[in-house]
């Protein structure tokens, strides 16, 4: 019982620590404020700690509380469906190309954040009604390239630092 115990408390430990940085995410000016969405993701350095140190399942279990905890205390439906979009089709890249075994962990935070991106933008064409907002993808996939590459930088240092239980 013991084990299942510490894996309960590294977990709500990791949804309390996401959601901090979420905040903090949510406090800072804009990083480009003539380009409304642009954040750095810092919550995905959770995340991608988990998928590397403790699997798919326990990584998705974080980031399904974090989103549905912060947009229920800081957001709308609407956030709450833009970030679901673009969390499972981050994560989903990131644990395939995790599961390949042939990219660093800014590598796989980059797909990460590029699949964030295409996630929001299909979620803001269906709910929306117009496939012009794609448009928006080739900016978002450089900002994404960007936030992806300081994310996967973040969470190697983790990696390396924090040691096993």
Known sequence: MKGRTEKVALLGMCVALAMLLSYVELLLPPMYPSIP????GLPNVVILFLLYRNGFWPASVVSLCRIGLISLLFGNVMMFLYSLAGGILSLLGMALLKKID???TVGVSVVGGVLHNVGQTLCAIWLLGTAEIGYYLAVL????TLSGIFVGLCGGFALKRIARE
């Open 102 to 104: 042939r990219f660093s």
């Open 141 to 144: 996939a450089i900002t994404g």
């Open 37 to 40: 969405g642009i954040k750095l």
